[in-house]
């Protein structure tokens, strides 16, 4: 079984900084993609970036310029350093693991406000 458990949510300012972590345990497949959703009240869940075992990395054009997702392999831990924090990143953050040839796994999430 795989377990993600997260940290490092919490309450910002608005231009303030926040770096989440999240680290997978269990028989994970070595090729795979993690990744960072979140989901505001009354929205569907998003996609806000995600980075491949091999270090490829894609970005919702909301955030690009602003956050940024890195992996630790020997670790099983993927992070995302949010930068320029704005009130509209307020949202439930949750970490994703996907193998690749089959599973979907998500962490509990962890809370993000960006509020003055």
């Known amino acids: 079984q795989v377990q993600l458990v997260e940290s490092g949510g919490g309450l910002v300012q608005p231009g303030g900084s926040l770096r989440l972590s999240c680290a997978a345990s269990?028989?994970?497949?070595?090729?795979?993609?993690m990744g960072w959703y979140r989901q505001a009240p009354g929205k569907q869940r998003e996609l806000v970036a995600t980075?491949?075992?091999?270090?490829?990395?894609n970005y919702a054009d909301s955030v690009k310029g602003r956050f940024t997702i890195s992996r630790d392999n020997a670790k099983n831990t993927v992070y995302l350093q949010m930068n320029s924090l704005k009130p509209e990143d307020t949202a439930f953050y949750y970490c994703?693991?996907?193998?690749?040839?089959?599973?979907?796994?998500w962490g509990q999430g962890t809370q993000v406000s960006v509020s003055s």
């Open positions: 994703n693991l996907k193998p690749l040839f089959k599973g979907d796994y």
């Open positions: 269990g028989s994970i497949f070595s090729i795979n993609v």
């Open positions: 980075i491949s075992s091999g270090g490829s990395t």
